[in-house]
């Protein structure tokens, strides 16, 4: 079995870009209770390609408002603080997302829309129980499978290996990973999230989101991504190689106490959104 070397992961993590200057800006200021909306979106607007990105996905059906959102001051206004950096994240790393990713049958622009579609079912899940911090439950989403990405050169070299792994032993696809590559993509990618500084729980709920149940930092958090993760599979959003061998955590279900009539609903709430990304509009 071809197993890989702690430093070339690292190596590969270490080649990952940083976050860019204006999104840590931009989360300095919608934590700063002196900052106003025109501070943010004077900031935002600095950025062509970003202002799109975000003018695009504040008038997402979504996030259904009536009228058209055309600046940034004012999707930060209507979208609040919380939002507008969950936003900003989101749209400054759609080009890391978009990528495909061939190691995990995963074709241009499907983790985009696997992981935008988790980010938005986790904030759904998060709101339906009460959780107060829904936008940390959507970051936590939208970048539970970024450790695909470091991993995707090596799975180029493993992936029939890995499947075989996975069908012959009738294990996970993770654990599968762990057993040829020596890692697994969930690790891997609570290391990026560790890299760029994002809060403990965050990277807690990356590295454990196909098992939530290690999860002690967060267990709320880290269950909210493994549902909405399994949810989005289920739902054919951005599914590759590893949506075949997904088992679903029972006790994560019970944690949250959501039965099968509230994850239908949750699902229809986000049909519309997934459409439109279907679509790519």
């Not at 759904?124 to 970048?143: M, N, P, W």
């Not at 990026?192 to 990356?206: G, S, T």
Request: net charge negative; with cysteine.
């Amino acid at each position: 079995m071809a197993k890989f070397s702690i430093e070339d992961i690292i190596a590969a993590v270490n080649d990952l870009p940083a976050l860019p200057q204006v999104v840590l800006k931009i989360m300095d200021l919608t934590q700063d209770p002196r900052a106003t909306a025109q501070d943010i979106g004077n900031v935002i607007s600095h950025d062509q390609g970003l202002t799109a990105r975000v003018l695009r996905m504040a008038n997402s059906a979504y996030y259904g408002y009536s009228r058209k959102v055309a600046t940034a001051t004012e999707a930060t206004v209507l979208l609040g603080f919380s939002t507008i950096r969950s936003v900003v994240l989101a749209a400054s790393i759609n080009d890391i997302l978009n990528r495909e990713l061939s190691g995990y049958a995963l074709g241009p622009g499907d983790l985009w829309k696997h992981s935008f579609g988790t980010a938005m079912a986790s904030r759904h899940i998060a709101k339906r129980c009460k959780f107060k911090a829904i936008e940390v439950a959507y970051t936590a989403g939208l970048l539970h499978d970024i450790g695909k990405v470091i991993l995707n050169n090596f799975m180029k070299q493993t992936y029939h290996e890995v499947v075989a792994e996975a069908t012959t032993e009738q294990i996970s696809f993770l654990e599968a990973e762990n057993r040829v590559l020596g890692f697994n993509h969930a690790v891997i990618g609570s290391r990026v999230a560790r890299k760029w500084q994002l809060p403990v729980d965050i990277v807690e709920a990356i590295a454990f989101h196909h098992n939530p149940g290690e999860a002690e930092k967060n267990p709320l958090l880290t269950a909210f991504v493994h549902i909405s993760d399994a949810l989005c599979s289920s739902m054919g959003l951005g599914v590759g190689a590893d949506g075949m061998f997904y088992p679903v955590s029972r006790n994560a279900l019970e944690l949250l106490a959501l039965g099968g009539k509230d994850i239908e609903d949750i699902a229809d709430e986000l049909s519309d959104a997934i459409i439109e990304l279907q679509q790519g509009n």
